[in-house]
């Protein structure tokens, strides 16, 4: 082809190019006939050490539940909604109706489950997709999670009944522009007016906030210093979010700019829970569970792609499983993920019984995410040239699970929130340097 000089770099001349050059690409299924598309997700191969056993009829009965509704429903338009950064609104209701947004939170029309069947339903959406698994939990395990352990009786009847539902979309705004880790830093000010609070500040990378009918906003109060938790209505006038574009992660995820500029906050509406940042942390404590089980999910979905697809692909004459150094990269997926399974359902249990630690949380969220890291890098490697496509789900996830390994505090952070557990030690803040050195 032909390119002619131009004022603009993309002037070509189309009769330059050739007769084919606007065609849509082929389906995947005539491009690439010998292996089977995420689309028609695969049967669940990866549970090898038999978890079910380890759950109640109603767990597994809510695991059955949303894995037929993901890899029906969602599967075969993941890749579509992810390649353009959009988010299926035409699912929501399905979403809904599975029951399991509310998680743990019982009455006000919440499903009350135990802390493992919420895990178990996190891990099960995040198995078709990670995207979807980050909706329902900035969702459920913040926002309501935040209204129910942290509002007062009216907010709850008045707010958490619709979302539970999924009728109403909710968002959680702690983390800002200069903020992320030193989240209790934060910048955003609530100042009391009469009848009121007056919000002025700036969030940034908030889940569903483009969309979100009610945004939870945590601020500093500037007179007690103290960090206040506020529900504000979308539209509210001041309040204007914008989307954060050209993410590699978790695409279909709408992540947002909150500016909030003299945004009126009625005092109902201030929730009365949240009077430092150590109530933000009882909310933080539980999500960092559901979170500990995305990649458990991602990976368990990887493996199960591997795994038809090695059979299916066929390379010097034989399946790519006939192969030594495949069945080892396989395996050695399987055996992180019987590992992953059994760290996230201990910490479920420790839960429970009341005896689960911030530092037993942070090690279960930032172990098991560097297990998923390594496991979802080798499922890469065994789909070779499919591996860099999101038709065949390896490539997405291997996207997705950089930004789960990031938020809800990063690998690094969960490991001194543990260390200083483990030690009484604190060293999140470097030693402040004498004036002079001793050298």
Not at 175 to 194: F, H, I, Q, R
Not at 239 to 252: A, C, F, M, S
Not at 383 to 391: H, K, R, T, V, Y
């Amino acid at each position: 082809m032909t390119i002619h000089s131009s004022k603009h770099q993309d002037d070509v001349d189309k009769n330059a190019r050739s007769s084919y050059f606007n065609l849509p690409a082929l389906d995947i299924s005539v491009a690439f006939p010998q292996a089977t598309p995420a689309s028609k997700f695969p049967p669940c191969a990866s549970d090898y050490y038999q978890f079910d056993d380890l759950l109640t009829l109603e767990e597994q009965a809510v695991r059955m539940k949303v894995r037929e509704c993901m890899e029906k429903e969602i599967a075969p338009i993941m890749a579509e909604y992810w390649e353009k950064a959009e988010f299926p609104f035409h699912v929501i209701p399905k979403l809904g109706a599975l029951r399991v947004t509310g998680g743990t939170i019982k009455g006000y029309g919440c499903p009350g489950h135990s802390v493992t069947g919420a895990a178990i339903a996190t891990a099960e959406i995040a198995r078709v997709d990670a995207s979807c698994s980050t909706f329902i939990l900035v969702h459920s395990s913040l926002a309501m999670l935040t209204i129910a352990l942290c509002g007062s009786e009216e907010q709850k009847q008045k707010y958490l009944p619709s979302l539970a539902q999924l009728n109403t979309i909710a968002c959680w705004a702690l983390t800002e522009p200069g903020y992320g880790s030193d989240a209790s830093a934060l910048n955003t000010t609530a100042t009391k007016v009469e009848g009121g609070w007056i919000l002025e500040g700036q969030k940034r990378w908030i889940g569903n906030s483009t969309f979100a009918d009610v945004l939870v906003i945590f601020a500093r109060n500037t007179t007690t210093n103290q960090i206040n938790g506020y529900l504000v209505k979308k539209d509210a006038p001041g309040l204007t979010v914008t989307k954060i574009e050209n993410k590699i992660g978790l695409r279909i995820v709408q992540n947002g700019d909150i500016l909030l500029k003299k945004v009126f906050v009625p005092d109902e509406d201030r929730l009365p829970g949240v009077n430092s940042f150590q109530d933000t942390s009882k909310v933080l404590a539980v999500s960092r569970v559901m979170v500990a089980w995305q990649p458990i999910g991602i990976s368990m979905g990887v493996y199960d792609m591997c795994h038809r697809y090695l059979k299916e692909r066929k390379q010097f004459g034989a399946p790519l499983a006939a192969f030594q150094i495949n069945q080892q990269k396989l395996v050695q997926m399987l055996g992180n993920i019987q590992a992953m399974i059994l760290v996230g359902w201990r910490l479920c249990k420790l839960y429970e019984k009341g005896a689960m630690t911030p530092g037993h949380a942070s090690l279960g969220k930032s172990w098991i995410t560097a297990r998923a890291r390594e496991t979802v890098a080798l499922g890469r490697e065994l789909l070779g040239g499919n591996g860099i496509l999101s038709d065949f789900l390896v490539a997405k996830a291997f996207c997705d699970i950089e930004p789960i390994y990031t938020y809800e505090g990063t690998y690094d952070i969960n490991t001194l929130v543990t260390g200083r557990e483990v030690t009484g030690i604190a060293s999140f803040k470097p030693v402040v340097l004498a004036a002079r050195s001793r050298l």
